[in-house]
T-cell receptor, first 112, second 112 residues
């Protein structure tokens, strides 16, 4: 079956630091990959996605590249801000199956 | 992209009672999904709801506890029955469209 392994948190960084949150996956076929963000007290929001190998998803300064050879989709940001404090979820979906499989989530806290 | 309106956004309920959560999608979708997010945890799929057929439940979830309705292609409800404090969670509905999954804002349920 499908699975997503995500870097455990919590992660605490200073403002303007470089961020990497690791995500690796196991899936049959060619899944689409996602990063979702959950700000305090809010629901899930799609942050970025990639639907095929070597695609790079990007949004709000965050990037992740779909690496089929390493089955990875690591989230990166060059300079984090306090407003990036949230929980980040890596997820995949095999369309046809239509079910999202989520990683455990990584709580990120940025301190001024 | 689909927009999903979910209500209520939060509720505090007495144990032994039931709560029905509603999700309305602004377009017709084939499948809708219900997830539970327990405090500090990732999302767990409860069931998949297709219009015109019974919902398909994941392991550990049963219809008597989480009855689901899907009367048409834009609407679904999840009922949390005979609630106990262990049911305190965020409940989210979701649908998929092409290569993306969309979520309602979530219902934060507290059972006292």
């Amino acid at each position: 079956g499908n699975s997503v392994t995500q870097m455990e948190g919590p992660v605490t960084l200073s403002e303007e630091a470089f961020l990497t949150i690791n995500c690796t996956y196991t899936a049959t076929g060619y899944p689409s990959l996602f990063w979702y963000v959950q700000y305090p007290g809010e629901g899930l929001q799609l942050l970025l996605k990639a639907t095929k190998a070597d695609d790079k998803g990007s949004n709000k300064g965050f990037e992740a590249t779909y690496r089929k050879e390493t089955t990875s989709f690591h989230l990166e940001k060059g300079s984090v801000q306090v407003s990036d404090s949230a929980v980040y979820f890596c997820a995949l979906i095999n369309f046809g199956n239509e079910k999202l499989t989520f990683g455990t989530g990584t709580r990120l806290t940025i301190i001024p | 992209s689909a927009v999903i309106s979910q209500k209520p956004s939060r509720d505090i309920c007495q144990r032994g009672t039931s709560l029905t959560i509603q999700c309305q999608v602004d377009s017709q979708v084939t499948m809708m999904f219900w997830y539970r997010q327990q405090p500090g945890q990732s999302l767990t799929l409860i069931a998949t709801a297709n219009q015109g057929s019974e919902a398909t439940y994941e392991s550990g979830f049963v219809i008597d506890k989480f009855p689901i309705s899907r009367p048409n292609l834009t609407f679904s409800t999840l009922t949390v029955s005979n609630m106990s404090p262990e049911d305190s969670s965020i409940y989210l509905c979701s649908s998929t469209e092409v290569t993306e999954a969309f979520f309602g804002q979530g219902t934060r349920l507290t059972v006292v």
